[in-house]
């Protein structure tokens, strides 16, 4: 079987076992959901205030709502599946395989891109519904997608190799999802952070997934090139270190 085969091998495989789990189902599509519900419907925005927080256009919190599905799902779900195979001692019984483990990441990243696929469009609808936003519509936003979910499943992929459990791989995503979400140019505008923390802000990779975004956004402004490119070489990397992690005994 060449490459290819086994990585579509793997591929149907993990999608049937993603099916089969109708609560993993369930949350990767309600969370995002009950996001913009809370801030986009509920706290709503208003641009004529004066300060604070949700002040922007709600064109401009569209990067922030796409990228809760683009961060958080690859992060628990390959930390979690990771540490999973390894409670179940199944990369011994890989290595016994052609399967690689660049092979069983790149399938593992394809399922994670079809799903956050499905619930990036269920978000730009309901941001749509809800808020009245405009909505990013260049195909530019597709290989955004792509790349930050590359980059993330890498990432991922380390959290659940490092990690003792899967509730230790869960609980490190939502430790790290949850400052990047917020810290990273997607809900709080730069402006209402310290000075000091500017160049922090531009060591997270999810800063380039915003703006870039944010960029494709109509009535918002930005380099659209630029941050797809930095996002494209950061998503590399991860993918490498990612499959590096994986163990092939444990």
Known sequence: MTATGRVAAEFDAAWRSFLRRKTAVFFTFFFPVLLIVIFGALVRTDPGAGGGLFTEPPEYYVPGYVATVVLFTPLSR???????????????????TPLSRAEWLAARTLVNT?????????????????????????????????????????????????TESQDGAVTASNTIGLPLLFLSDTFVPPELLPEWFGPLQNLSPLTYFARGVRALTPGQSGDPLGPLAILAVLAAISFVIGAYAIPQTD
């Open 78 to 96: 390959l930390g979690s599946t990771v540490a999973r195979h390894r409670e179940g001692n199944r990369f011994e019984k890989l290595a016994t």
């Open 114 to 162: 079809v799903i956050i696929g499905i619930a990036s469009l269920l978000v730009l609808v309901l941001v749509a519904v809800l808020t009245g936003a405009a909505l990013p519509l260049s195909p530019l936003l597709v290989p955004y997608i792509v790349f930050g979910v590359v980059l993330f499943c890498g990432v991922g992929a380390v959290l659940g190799a490092v």
